[in-house]
Structure formats: structure tokens, C-alpha cells
């Protein structure tokens, strides 16, 4: 089955690859901070999502540096996508947010910023600043939607309504950033047909999409649904077989630009293959090469 990767999308844009960066900003999540929850989703780490970034406590040169540091040896140029990943990289004071958006962005080895944030966190002054950022270099918006289904979105805590994320897709169209839909496979009561509907419909705006195995994280409230015996995580052979059939109802031009996910593995409860992330990626992507609808 052919679909659009990540490191095939950045050949064919940029003519070069590049690897990503993990950051943080000194922000926190309104999921967190009581405006419109405080135990923050259900499957959320301590550290907002962003189990493999940088520390915000360091500045973001110090950051970059470090973060570029893991990744030279296999880098074949010296640029990256810069990618702020943890809490709700939109979520704090506009002066603060656009120094360290610009401080990124000037740097010669950053060829593409990257901000992962929450639909219902792009007021209209956060939306000028991305502007001004993507006429610089190319911007990317990260929204962690996990699934379109309402039902699901108060398992999961996640705090905001279905519409919200459809509206900031919009949004940021206008102002003509990459839009990334991040959406999580395997969530508890979600049916394959549900699973399948959430990546078709987002399939229908995004740019692309980041596919998410579900992970049961130490010290989470679905650690503690997961223990009760509430829910199974999937095997890996079901896995693949849910994300072929989502990858197939996906527009070809929408870059892929995850097919699993990582979880810390000194937190990791559930599902422990995932630990093998070589043997993982074989597996899925024999199946995606080898998949007939
Ligand atoms: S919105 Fe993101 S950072 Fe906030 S609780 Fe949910 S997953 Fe964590």
C-alpha cells in the first residue's frame, strides 16, 4: 500500500531529511491548571507528553544543542526541526511564547519549526504570532485530537469538543501552516470501525498525521483503569492490521509522519512489545508493504 512518509514528504519538499529536535516551552497545559481540568488526560505523563524533550528549565540554545548532540551521529546535514513537544506549547504569556519561538527560528540549523498545542489553545493573537513565524520558515502545528468521538473525549479527559479541533484546522489553513493531527489507536471502548472513522474524517483537513499506539504510562489514571482490568491494550498483530485499514482510508498526500510511538521504557506498564521498537517497525511495515484491502 503506498502512502506519503514523513522522509519522503521532506525529499521531495526540501530535497534533504531532517531530524527532530524534542523541546520545551515554560508552559503548562489548561488541562492541568484547573481552566478546563487539573488531572490533565487520562493517559498523560508527568512530564505533558513530552517523556523524550528537553528540560524547560535549560534555555532553548542549551536545549537545542543537547537535543542535537543525540542525534549527530546519524544527521547527514546540520539542520532539524526544532519541535516543541511538551504540555501545550501555546498555552503562556504571547511576549515569552515569541522569543522563544524566534530564538529558534533565526538559527541556521533549524529548517522548520514545529509546535505541538491544543485546538482550543490558538487564540487570535497566537494565531498572528504562528503567521509571523511560518513567513520566516515553515511552521508547523501540532493538535492532539486522539479521536473524533465525543464519547471517547470524556474518557480521555481531553477537554474540549470535536468541533473545536475542525475550526482550528481551519485556521491554520488560512494562515497556510502544515497542520498535524495527532491521534491515538487502541483507546479503551473504541471499536476498530471508530478508530478507522476518527483517521478518515481528520483525513478529510489535515496535512498529516501522527498515529499513535496507545501506552499505559507509570503514575497515569489509565494505569490505574488498565490494573482494574477496565480495558486491553492491543497485540501487536492488531495493531497493524487497525492501522493498515486506517492508513488505506487516508488521502495519499497526507504525510504519515508516525506509525507507532515511543513510551519512556523506564514507565512503560502496557504494551510491553512496543519495547522493541526494531522489531515493531519491521513487522508494520512488512505488513503495509504486503496489505490488500
Ligand atoms: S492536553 Fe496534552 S499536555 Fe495537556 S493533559 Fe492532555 S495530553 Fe497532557
Known amino acids: 500500500m503506498k502512502y506519503t512518509s514523513l522522509s519522503s514528504y521532506l525529499k521531495s519538499k526540501y530535497g534533504e531529511k531532517y531530524f527532530k529536535l524534542a523541546l520545551s516551552c515554560a508552559v503548562t497545559c489548561p488541562n492541568r491548571d484547573g481552566v478546563c481540568g ?35 551521529r546519524k544527521n547527514e546535514n546540520d539542520k532539524y526541526i526544532a519541535y ?12 515569552y511564547l515569541r522569543e522563544s519561538f524566534y ?27 504562528i503567521k509571523e513565524m511560518n513567513s520566516i520558515k515553515p511552521v508547523w502545528v501540532e493538535l492532539g485530537l486522539q479521536s473524533v468521538h465525543e464519547t471517547t473525549a470524556q474518557y480521555i479527559r481531553r477537554g474540549y469538543k470535536t468541533e473545536v479541533y475542525f475550526e482550528a484546522v481551519r485556521k491554520l489553513k488560512e494562515i497556510g501552516v502544515h497542520v ?33 499506539l496507545l501506552h499505559v504510562l507509570k503514575g497515569t489514571d489509565l494505569e490505574k483503569e488498565y490494573a482494574d482490568g477496565k480495558f486491553e491494550v492491543l497485540s501487536l498483530e492488531e495493531y497493524s492490521d487497525i492501522l ?15 506509525l507507532t ?31 490488500e484491502k
Open 180 to 212: 498535524i493531527t495527532h491521534v491515538i489507536l487502541g483507546l479503551p471502548n473504541e471499536t476498530k470501525e471508530m478508530m478507522i472513522e476518527t483517521v478518515r474524517q481528520t483525513g478529510k483537513v489535515t496535512d498529516g498525521i501522527k498515529l499513535q
Open 38 to 72: 487539573d488531572k490533565g488526560c487520562i493517559f498523560c505523563s508527568l512530564k505533558g507528553s513530552g517523556d523524550f524533550a528537553q528540560s524547560a528549565l535549560l534555555d532553548i540554545d542549551t536545549q537545542i544543542e543537547r537535543a542535537k548532540d543525540l542525534v549527530k
Open 261 to 291: 510511538g515511543d513510551g519512556e521504557k523506564n514507565t512503560l506498564i502496557a504494551p510491553l512489545w512496543t519495547k522493541d521498537k526494531k522489531r515493531v517497525l519491521n513487522y508494520i511495515n512488512h505488513k503495509i508493504a504486503t496489505y
Open 244 to 258: 493498515c485499514e486506517c492508513i488505506s482510508v487516508l488521502p495519499e498526500n497526507v504525510v504519515v509522519h508516525r
Open 103 to 129: 530564538k529558534t527560528i533565526k538559527r541556521d540549523d533549524i529548517a522548520i519549526l514545529s509546535i505541538a498545542t491544543r485546538p482550543d489553545c490558538l487564540n487570535d493573537k497566537i494565531i498572528e504570532l
Open 84 to 95: 516543541f513537544q511538551a504540555f501545550t506549547s501555546t498555552y503562556g504569556d504571547i511576549d
